[in-house]
C-alpha cells in the first residue's frame, strides 16, 4: 500500500519552500512512504476518550509586567542580515 | 595508573586547583595538548577556543593568586565544551548546518551565561547531527564525528562531539541537548554519563529550536558527581523562556546533596517492552548484572509492562518533525544565515537557499512534519501523535505510583560502525526506541556506564525518574555507578 505519491511530495515540497530534483524527488517519495506507513500504526490505538498532549507543563500563557526592557540595537539585530539597507533587512523582489 | 589532567572529572580538578597543586593554565595545556593529538582524527569540534582558554585560565589563576576569585564554585577553571546549537555571543554558531555555517549569535545562551557567572572555561564548539537531527552525528554539515573507542565507529547522535570530547578528555564536561535521545545514547556510546533533566527544569533561552514540547538541555560528565554539580549551575527558572518551571529558582538547589551510596527499600521497576527482542544480548547482561548490583544493594526490583511503548517511536516522528517543520521555518535567507544570490525573487531565494542550506535528513523531517500538519492529514497524525502521546504518560504514570525509578538499556546496542544505518532512515530511528518515550513525557533521565562489550565498546543503562525526581535519579546512578566500578577510558586513541 502506497501512503504518499510523488504528486502529494510535489505539494509538500512547495508548502515547506523546498525543492527537489528528480531524482531527489524519487528518493524521497520512497523514504517518505515507508517512514509515513511506520508511523500509520498509531491509528490502531483507541484514542476515543483520551485528550491531546501538547507539552508536559501544566501551564497555560506567562505574563511578564509590561515594562520597557532593554532589547538588541538595530545595529546588532542586522548584524547577521546577508544583505541589509537603511536599517532593514534587504530581500529580492516579491513575486 | 595515575590518570592525566585531562581525564579527571571535574570535581578532582576543583580540589586540586583549591590546594594550589595545579593551576587553571595546567589543565588547559593539558586539554590543548590532548586535542593536538587526537582531535583531527574524532573531528569532535567545529571550533576550539585556544586563545580564549589560555587567557581565560590566566585570567583565573591571576585572580586566584591575588585572592578574588570565589574558587568554590565548582567550574571556576573548568573546561567544558558546548553543543554548537547553544549560541555563544560573539562566536559561530552553526547547528551543523549550512544554512548557519555563518551565524554569529548577538546574545549568550540562559545556560552559557550561567556558565560564564560560575567561570567556566569554554573549550569550544562541539559537532552535531545538523539541527540535532540524528543518531550517529553523520548528518553533520561538517563531516561525521568519529568514536574515541573505535574510529570506524559513530559515536551516537545528535550530541556526538559532546560526547566524544568529554570521553577523550578533550573536555572535561561538555553541554548537550536532547530531543529523542540527543544527550543519552551518545553518552551511552561513548562511555560516559548523559543526563537530560526534566522539561523545563533548564531554560531553552539560546538554544536553536529543534522541537519545542520536546527539547531540553543537559550535561555530559565523567562522573554522577560532576554531572550533579553541573545541574545546579545550569537548572532553574528563566523569564526568557515561558515554558520554564517557575517553581524552580537557580541557585535554590544542590542535587550533590543527592549523591548518597545508598538505596535501601528503594523501588526500582524494569520496563519490560524496554528489554525486548530489538536489544542485543550483551547489553540485556549488561543491565541486568547492574539490576542484581542494585539488588544485592537493598534496592527492590520488578518487572513492568508499559504497553503503549509500543507506539513512542511513531508518535515521535510525528510530533517531533511537525514541530521542526514549524521551528526551522525561520531559516529562510532573509535574517541570518546562508542566501541564494542567484534567485531574482523572493520566493525563489527561500527555496533555493533552504534547499542548498539544509541536508537530507532535516529536509526529510520537515516534509514529514509539513506533511502531518497539512489540510487533510493533521487530524490523522499530528492530533492522533498527540493522543496516543497522553496514553504514554499514562503509562509512566501508572509506573512512578509503584516504582521510584525505571531503569533499561539506554540504546539497544552499542556503537555501530559509520554507514551502517546511514542510508535507512526507519533502522536509524530505531536506535532511540529506548530514550524516545522520556522526553514525550518530558520526564528526567540520566544515561551511566554499565561496562564494556567483548569488544570493548562502552555500554550504557538508563535511569528514568518521574518529573523533578532529579534526586531519585542521582542516589540511584551514584550508588550503581560505585557498584559497577566502571573505570575504562579510550587510550588506545592516543597510541
Known amino acids: 500500500m502506497s501512503f504518499i505519491s510523488k504528486d502529494d511530495v510535489r505539494h509538500v515540497a512547495k508548502l515547506a519552500e523546498l525543492e527537489f530534483d528528480d531524482s531527489e524527488m ?47 540595537s538595530s545595529k546588532e539585530a542586522l548584524s547577521n542580515a546577508p544583505e541589509e539597507r537603511d536599517g532593514g533587512f534587504l530581500v529580492p523582489k516579491i513575486d | 595508573m595515575e590518570l592525566p589532567l585531562n581525564f579527571l572529572p571535574a570535581h578532582k580538578l576543583n580540589k586540586m586547583l583549591q590546594e594550589r597543586q595545579v593551576s587553571a593554565t595546567d589543565i588547559v595545556s593539558a586539554l590543548l595538548s590532548a586535542i593536538d593529538k587526537v582531535e583531527a582524527k574524532m573531528n569532535a569540534y567545529l571550533r576550539v577556543e585556544k586563545e580564549g582558554m589560555l587567557k581565560s585560565a590566566a585570567d583565573f589563576d591571576s585572580g586566584f593568586n591575588s585572592g578574588q576569585d570565589n574558587i568554590l564554585s565548582g567550574f571556576s577553571g573548568i573546561p567544558v565544551a558546548i553543543k554548537d546549537n547553544i549560541c555563544t555571543k560573539g562566536i559561530t554558531t552553526t547547528c551543523a548546518s549550512r544554512i548557519l555555517s555563518n551565524y554569529i549569535p548577538v546574545y549568550d545562551a540562559t545556560v552559557i551565561r550561567r556558565l560564564k557567572n560560575a567561570g567556566y572555561i569554554l573549550t569550544g ?233 539544509f541536508g537530507p535528513e532535516v529536509k526529510r523531517r520537515i516534509m514529514i512534519g509539513t506533511y502531518s500538519l497539512s489540510a487533510g492529514y493533521y487530524d490523522a497524525y499530528y492530533e492522533k501523535a498527540q493522543r496516543v502521546r497522553t496514553l504514554i504518560n499514562n503509562d509512566f504514570n501508572r509506573a512512578f505510583k509503584k516504582y521510584d525509578v525505571l531503569i533499561s538499556p539506554t540504546s539497544p546496542s552499542t556503537a555501530f560502525k559509520i554507514g551502517e544505518k546511514a542510508d535507512d532512515p526507519l533502522k536509524m530511528y530505531m536506535s532511540d526506541i529506548c530514550t524516545i518515550p522520556v522526553n514525550l513525557s518530558g520526564l528526567p533521565a540520566i544515561s551511566i556506564p554499565a561496562g564494556l562489550s567483548s569488544q570493548r565498546l562502552p555500554i550504557g543503562l538508563q535511569i528514568i525518574a518521574d518529573t523533578l525526581r532529579e534526586d531519585n535519579i542521582f542516589r540511584v546512578a551514584y550508588t550503581l555507578e560505585k557498584a559497577i566500578g566502571f573505570n575504562s577510558h579510550p587510550i588506545n586513541l592516543y597510541e
Open chain 2, 125 to 357: 564548539k562541539a559537532n552535531m547531527d545538523e539541527f540535532a537531527m540524528g543518531s550517529s552525528n553523520e548528518n553533520s554539515y561538517f563531516g561525521p564525528v568519529k568514536n574515541p573507542w573505535d574510529l570506524e565507529r559513530v559515536p551516537g547522535g545528535s550530541s556526538g562531539g559532546p560526547a566524544a570530547t568529554v570521553a577523550a578528555g578533550t573536555a572535561i564536561c561538555s553541554l548537550g541537548s536532547d530531543t529523542g535521545g540527543s544527550i543519552r545514547q551518545p553518552a551511552s556510546l561513548c562511555g560516559v554519563v548523559g543526563l537530560k533533566p526534566t522539561y523545563g527544569l533548564v531554560s531553552r533561552y539560546g538554544l536553536i529550536a529543534f522541537a519545542s514540547s520536546l527539547d531540553q538541555i543537559g550535561p555530559f560528565s565523567r562522573d554522577v558527581e560532576d554531572s550533579a554539580s553541573l545541574l545546579n549551575i545550569i537548572c532553574g527558572w528563566d523569564e526568557q523562556d515561558s515554558t520554564s518551571i517557575s517553581s524552580v529558582k537557580n541557585g535554590s538547589l544542590d542535587y550533590t546533596k543527592y549523591l548518597v551510596d545508598d538505596m535501601k527499600g528503594l523501588k526500582i521497576g524494569v520496563p519490560k517492552e524496554l528489554m525486548a527482542a530489538e536489544v542485543d544480548d550483551e547489553v540485556r547482561a549488561a543491565v541486568n548484572r547492574a539490576l542484581k548490583l542494585a539488588e544485592d544493594a537493598g534496592a527492590f526490583i520488578g518487572e513492568i509492562s508499559l504497553p503503549s511503548l509500543e507506539y513512542a517511536l511513531s508518535v515521535y516522528y510525528i510530533i517531533a518533525p511537525s514541530e521542526a517543520s514549524s521551528n526551522l521555518s525561520r531559516f529562510d535567507g532573509v535574517r541570518y544565515g546562508y542566501r541564494n544570490r542567484d534567485a531574482a525573487t523572493l520566493r525563489g531565494m527561500y527555496k533555493k537557499s533552504r534547499a542548498q542550506g
Open chain 1, 26 to 72: 524519487e528518493k524521497m517519495t520512497s523514504q517518505l512512504d515507508r517512514i509515513l506507513g511506520h508511523v500509520a500504526k498509531i491509528s490502531q490505538v483507541d484514542t476515543s476518550n483520551v485528550e491531546p498532549t501538547s507539552h508536559m507543563l501544566n501551564i497555560s500563557n506567562v505574563y511578564r509586567e509590561d515594562l520597557k526592557k532593554q532589547s538588541l
